[in-house]
């Protein structure tokens, strides 16, 4: 037992202070007001003030912090992208995640579980190699594996999904996949930015962009209003909602995602599973828990309401893979919100209004990008221009149609 | 030691069957109608099972599924309630989660590390250094979780059934059953169901010793029972509520999925425990607990009792136990006026002692915790603090605790209901319910027996009124008048460690003021940071306790701290169940029986299956591949190609239809005669590819990849509507059987067996016409995929075998061969022809794939055009070229997605490769960053291994370049 929670003993009171304050009410100023305290905005609260000495600074969330993406997430953390943009970004992002828990003295559970995309076509198992060969090629640990592996790997899979689907060809498998406690993150991230003298909002709601002559003006909200001369929106599946504010087109479209949890057992599944095929990604959790997430709904809708449909299919597609699971029952089921990008990257940094930055476009691949993003959206708010890693994020990559094809990549057949 | 009472008046035990079961090793006896908690309490088994995290031994707490204290497994099955799991001959179950057994468990040692392990310890330690933090997680996770999986269990497929119903009843307890009988009065269909094995909920147990209450319970059953429109289903469980009334209803067989057009939620209540010291130890109960073991069991819960009470409901209890021989010490009152019904002086009468204004500030355990021996009482100060210099110890082996109740409305809330704290009743009532949504009985704030069933009777005919089959006067809802049945803060501190508020997570008040202290102080961050709720029982008994704790620590209202948010679904769901039986679509070909009589290696092709070459003893895959494209090449060559999606489209305006979904031209394209076209998306990006033939002015054939087709199809239609455009698509994808002949023989073949004239002239390349082949209607055309001389035949589904057998006869003395998919995919390659999806990627538009000649020139629109305006402007980053392979090489060749790589930049791609090809050599199609992609230019692939293999840049087509073999 680590003799850290020996003082917890030795006290008689809790010794933990806040971690974060509840500021009493706004200033009537900062120098750069963050839209939505989820993983990014606390993250990039964070870095200005850690890496840019940026501390006055207002994270405003209309609900809680890490309510939102941050903690309906299924927790994964890979970097096995398909074009080398999107995969050297999402490499420095788990190379942050590494030592995220040492940084913020707080035990994210950030945990190195390996994670497979199985293949169950002959084309699939092409996007994988392809995968494979571009992570090789950035230094990433990723490659293709034969079905011995996968079966050696974990033992229950039933290769042939019980014939129910297409039997498993291969795999893309990705040693440094990961998973975390995802809330965790939002409060470390909370912890350190408050620590270092920013302020963090919650029920507190945007109602306005103050924007006078293609300038940052201001931020107006439900508290009252706030002069600044940076907003940064991350604020994802509501992005619209901030944008319409000022007046930005983006090629968003919001599809509900969900996920369930079943009851807690007994440690088997050591490995992230995802197959594309059975519409289906599932890990085990520190607690026991089964953790599953499926394809997005396939409508467009601003709604976090669950469906049965989710529930059946994806209870299919575990037992697909894992026939011995029938009689592990389901506990609870969620949904989430995911603001989809044309070409599956994200939309980060500077846009035509000074002083308004963006960053959305996180679809179902937005927990895995929480520190990476959050350092280099700080970067380009106090340089005013993008990061190097997120040039090819831009948003006007869409007028010039210099998309970064990340379909490939996603998780799952979205 | 036996507790089981004599017979009594509605038990749901059957004396008749006894019952012979083993727990933890130990044969135990019980009848039929037990569950194991009732069994085993029966023979004073108080262990049951153990907690979760500290291991603390745990009884039977609420007896109705709405703790999780006593989880079990039996080799087979696992986590499975004790208080919910029917005993039956042969069950043989253990306590999970403990290591040596439930009496000597191990990992009760915990307990004593309590102090180094408060709220959200693991947050605070594991992580440094870093490389020992996944030796701590391994054995967190071995702590961790509760049941085993068992990889040998058999898959199990379980069907699932369909109901409707105009009015769905959830719950058959006073409010329900009168709920039910006014609807079903007014001619509403009424499902009603309930959770339990019998209808009835708390007339069963609460108001046993109630004549006139069961008198009206017996007339109320009968009407139901009697009744034609009302269907009763006990133990059923409504699991989740989802938009328009779509309900999960689960019982043990199966998931059942009920269309209701109304639902009227009268699910009653949880009883909520007290907080105090050691409230979790076996012993400790809910009133209502000891109701139903006394009444549906007839187990005598304790010899001697201490009741805590805040409300009637506790007096009732009490007399109860005291009527079946249970020796109540007290009721605690924490009411500092007592109660204020004649209860009190019948309470009094039964010689048990009052003790207003008094709470229980801990249980007292005995040696090993699995018992109690007293109950520490104490007075309450004015401000609801515990008076602890007044202890008073009274010895007894069971505490009931009836404080108050918190209204099971989850589904209520699912299906769109809102809910505020209303003071009169101290709990939550609806605030706001969509149409079609009623809330009745205890749920809704409704405690009297008589107010249930009237309020009952109210959402009844609310809900035929709401389906238009009652128009006359509603009546009112009465309001519970008594003073409130729940106490607004039944939580006591006497500094010790051990006063429970979520069972399941083992959280402790301490928890909630740390949580707080630490700045978790909204309701999701403390349920988050403290995991309150998320356990198995999903806060059924702790939720309502938490958000009184927080809502005094913020000295906030009840309404201002709010709620989380109800989800599906209310008990745990079997996987079996929501899987159903797995039917996962596959798609067969009419000719699929041939293919298989004749040797296919069959392949899945997206829901299809196809052939993926035909075995030939002796050879090789490859082998056979190659000998199958040989023989078209030289031969003739016959391949099932019914999987192409096949649409029609007719009507007026169907070729300026097909100008907007293609980058080509089809107006002036001429009847008989075949286009190729490309489709875009708005980005521009190829989407799909396929023939275009033209059968009339208004009617086309369009074939589309086989992959792709369900979803191009869809989006036709989508396209059709927002053009509005005079345009019938009639997908024809499963009535036709298709197959190419293709071949340098292939005329010959064909020429027996039609009446259409075959000769060049007459049925030039690219030519498409209605005919007759082999006595059946077929639309037959001059197709080169393979680069040969070729027809594809498409004709009925139904005589799609008798023509191709028919073809592959009259192709005997022709050394005709079948050909499968990869054969197919060589051929095309040779002849430089992308696949859609396998030689284009999510991004890839017409100009890098070298299909910039299908975009008609001048085109005012097609889908992509303005896309592809601007694309047409910028430098190409890739192309699609043609790779060629040396005859005799060594070393690895790659494969598909292998990457070129020029001075360390990854600057293309291999998109198809053939290791042998008909030419004698290998050759590939690849994406290649244009300045590198010269002909004859050199170039390097990184293979897997991380070796190179080099190529050359070559022309496309590899063969026939001038296309003379197909014209």
């Known amino acids: ?414 | 030691m036996d507790r089981r009472l004599p017979p009594r008046e509605g038990e749901w035990i059957d004396r008749s069957q006894p019952v012979e079961f083993r727990f933890e090793g130990q044969s135990l006896a019980g009848f039929a109608g037990d569950v194991l908690s009732s069994a085993l309490w029966a023979h004073d088994v108080r262990l049951q099972g153990r907690s979760f995290k500290y291991h603390r031994p745990r009884g039977l707490y609420s007896l109705a599924g709405h703790d999780a204290n006593v989880i079990v497994e039996d080799g087979r099955r696992t986590n499975m309630r004790g208080d919910l799991l029917p005993i039956t001959d042969g069950l043989d179950v253990y306590s999970v989660n403990t290591s040596g057994g439930l009496q000597r468990d191990r990992w009760r040692i915990m307990e004593r590390f309590d102090r180094f392990l408060p709220v959200g310890f693991y947050y605070k330690a594991f992580h440094t250094p870093r490389w020992l933090f996944p030796h701590y997680e391994n054995q967190m996770r071995q702590v961790a979780g509760l049941g085993r999986v068992h990889p040998g269990n058999a898959a199990v497929e379980t069907p699932k059934d369909y109901a409707f119903c105009d009015l769905l009843v959830v719950g058959a307890g006073p409010a329900g059953l009168a709920g039910a009988i006014a609807a079903a009065e007014q001619g509403l269909k009424v499902l009603l169901v309930d959770e339990q094995p019998h209808p009835g909920g708390s007339l069963n147990w609460q108001w046993s010793g109630n004549p006139a209450a069961q008198e009206q319970f017996g007339g109320m059953l009968e009407q139901v029972r009697a009744h034609d429109n009302i269907e009763l289903r006990c133990g059923t469980q409504a699991a989740g509520a989802y938009n328009d009334y779509w309900i999960a209803l689960v019982d043990d067989r199966r998931l059942t999925k009920l269309r209701a057009k109304a639902m009227l939620v009268a699910t009653g209540c949880f009883e909520q425990p007290a907080v105090f010291q050691n409230n979790d130890l076996p012993g400790v109960m809910l009133a209502s607990a000891a109701q139903r073991l006394l009444q549906l069991y007839a187990v005598k819960p304790f010899d001697r009792a201490v009741v805590v009470a805040a409300n009637s409901d506790g007096y009732r209890a009490a007399l109860d136990l005291h009527g079946a021989g249970v020796e109540i010490a007290a009721i605690a009152d924490l009411r500092h006026d007592g109660e204020p019904t004649g209860l009190a002086q019948n309470a009094a009468d039964a010689g048990i002692e009052i003790l207003a204004g008094c709470a229980i500030a801990e249980a007292v355990p005995s040696g090993g915790k699995a018992r109690i021996q007293a109950a520490a009482v104490c007075p309450l100060e004015k401000d609801g603090s515990l008076r602890t210099g007044s202890l008073r110890r009274i010895e007894c082996d069971g505490i009931a605790m009836s404080v108050g109740w918190s209204p099971n409305v989850g589904l209520a809330y699912q299906a769109g209901g809102r809910f505020r704290y209303a003071e009169h009743v101290a709990q939550l009532v609806p605030s706001s319910l969509p149409d079609g949504l009623f809330v009745s009985g205890r749920a809704n704030g409704r405690f009297e027996l008589h107010d249930q069933i009237a309020d009952g009777r109210r959402a009844g005919l609310c809900a035929a009124a709401h389906l238009g089959r009652f128009d006359g006067n509603l009546p009112d809802s009465p309001q519970h008048q008594a003073s409130p049945p729940s106490h607004p803060y039944p939580i006591f501190s006497n500094n010790g460690k051990k006063n429970f508020v979520d069972l399941d997570e083992d959280l402790h008040l301490a928890d909630f003021k740390n949580a707080h202290q630490e700045g978790y102080d909204n309701i999701e961050l403390v349920k988050r940071f403290t995991t309150v709720g998320m356990g198995p029982s999903q806060g059924k008994l702790s939720n309502s306790n938490a958000i009184r704790i927080l809502a005094r620590l913020n000295g906030a209202s009840i309404n201002e701290t709010g709620t989380t948010t109800s989800r599906p679904f209310y008990q745990p769901v079997r996987i079996s169940h929501l899987a159903g039986r797995r039917f996962h679509p596959q798609r067969r070909t009419p000719l699929d029986g041939w293919h298989r009589q004749h040797g296919a290696e069959m392949m899945h092709a997206g829901a299809w299956m196809r052939p993926e070459f035909y075995t030939t003893s002796g050879s090789t895959r490859d082998e056979c591949i190659l000998a199958e494209a040989k023989n078209v090449r030289e031969h003739v060559g016959l391949i099932d190609v019914g999987t192409l999606g096949k649409i029609l489209v007719c009507g007026p305006d169907a070729a300026r239809f097909l100008e907007h979904i293609y980058t080509g031209r089809f107006e002036k394209q001429k009847v008989g005669r075949l286009r190729y076209g490309v489709a875009c998306d708005e980005t521009g990006v190829i989407i799909e590819d396929g023939v275009i033939a033209r059968l009339a002015e208004d009617r086309f054939y369009v074939s589309a990849t086989s992959s792709g087709a369900a979803v191009f199809y869809r989006e036709m239609q989508r396209w059709a509507l927002i053009f509005g455009m005079k345009v019938t698509l009639i997908n024809a994808t499963g009535h036709l059987a298709a197959m190419n002949l293709a071949g340098p023989k292939s005329r010959e073949v064909l020429a027996g067996l039609t009446d259409a004239d075959l000769s060049p002239d007459a049925f030039p390349y690219v030519g498409v016409k209605e005919a007759t082949v082999a006595g059946a209607r077929a639309i037959v055309m001059r197709v080169g995929f393979v680069g040969e001389l070729g027809y594809e035949i498409h004709v009925p589904a139904s005589q799609g075998w008798h023509v191709w057998t028919s073809l592959m006869e009259a192709g005997r003395p022709h050394n005709i061969r079948p050909f499968g998919v990869e054969a197919q995919r060589l051929l095309r390659l040779e002849k430089g022809h992308l696949i859609v999806g396998q030689d284009t990627d999510a991004l890839t538009h017409p100009f890098e794939a070298d299909v910039a000649w299908a975009i008609g020139k001048d085109k005012p629109f097609f889908i992509g055009s303005r896309s592809l305006d601007i694309v047409k402007q910028q430098s190409l980053d890739r192309k699609l070229v043609g790779l060629s392979f040396p005859a005799h090489r060594s070393g690895p060749l790659p494969q598909e997605c292998c990457l070129i790589i020029h001075e360390g930049e990854i600057v293309g791609r291999i998109t198809s490769i053939a290791p042998a090809s008909t030419l004698g050599h290998p050759i590939a199609m690849a994406f290649l960053r244009p300045d590198l992609a010269n002909v004859g230019a050199k170039v390097t692939i990184r293979t897997t291994d991380g070796r190179t293999a080099d190529a050359e840049v070559a022309a496309m087509p590899f063969y026939d370049p001038d296309g003379a073999r197909q014209k």
Request: with cysteine.
């Open chain 1, 1 to 414: 037992m680590p003799y850290r929670l020996l003082k917890y003993a030795l006290h008689k009171d809790h010794p933990e202070p806040r971690m974060f304050r509840a500021p009493e009410r706004l200033k009537e100023e900062y120098d750069a007001v963050i839209i939505g305290g989820g993983g990014h905005g606390l993250g990039a609260a964070y870095y200005l003030a850690k890496e840019h000495g940026i501390t006055s600074v207002a994270v405003l969330e209309k609900g809680y912090i890490g309510g939102g993406g941050t903690g309906r997430n299924t927790a994964i953390v890979r970097s096995n992208y398909l074009t080398p943009e999107g995969a050297r970004f999402y490499q420095e992002s788990v190379d942050l995640f590494r030592d995220l828990s040492r940084e913020f003295n707080f035990n994210l559970f950030y945990s190195e579980r390996g994670h497979f995309t199985l293949a169950h076509s002959p084309a699939s198992l092409n996007t994988q190699r392809w995968r494979a060969e571009v992570n090789k090629h950035l230094g990433i640990d990723s490659e293709v594996v034969d079905r011995a592996f996968i079966k050696k790997t974990v033992p229950e899979i039933d290769l042939d999904a019980g014939g129910h689907q297409a039997p498993i060809y291969g795999a893309l498998y990705h040693p440094p996949g990961a998973i975390a406690r995802h809330d965790a993150v939002a409060w470390g991230y909370a912890r350190g930015a408050d620590q270092r003298g920013a302020e963090i909002h919650q029920q507190t709601a945007v109602t306005g962009v103050e924007v006078r002559d293609g300038e940052v003006a201001g931020v107006h909200t439900d508290k009252g209003f706030i002069k600044t001369r940076k907003v940064l929106s991350a604020v994802a599946g509501w992005t619209t909602s901030i944008t319409r504010m000022v007046g930005l087109r983006t090629p968003l479209v919001i599809h509900p995602l969900q996920a369930l949890v079943t009851e807690p057992l007994k440690p088997w599944l050591n490995s992230i599973v995802v197959s594309a095929s059975l519409h289906l990604y599932m890990s085990q959790s520190s607690r026991g828990e089964l953790v599953a997430g499926a394809s997005l709904d396939p409508y467009e809708l601003i709604s976090m309401r669950s469906t049965l449909d989710f529930a059946e299919g994806m209870s299919a597609g575990m037992l697909d893979l894992f026939p011995f699971l029938g009689d592990v029952k389901i506990l609870r089921q969620w949904a989430g919100l995911c603001d989809m990008t044309p070409d599956f990257s994200p939309i980060m940094g500077t846009t035509p209004i000074k002083g308004f930055y963006i960053d959305a476009g996180w679809g179902t691949w937005g927990f895995k990008a929480t520190p990476v993003s959050g350092k280099t959206m700080a970067w380009t708010m106090a340089n005013d221009h993008d990061h190097e890693l997120i040039k090819a994020f831009n948003l006007s990559r869409f007028g010039r149609f210099q998309l970064v094809g990340e379909k490939g990549a996603a998780s799952v057949g979205h």
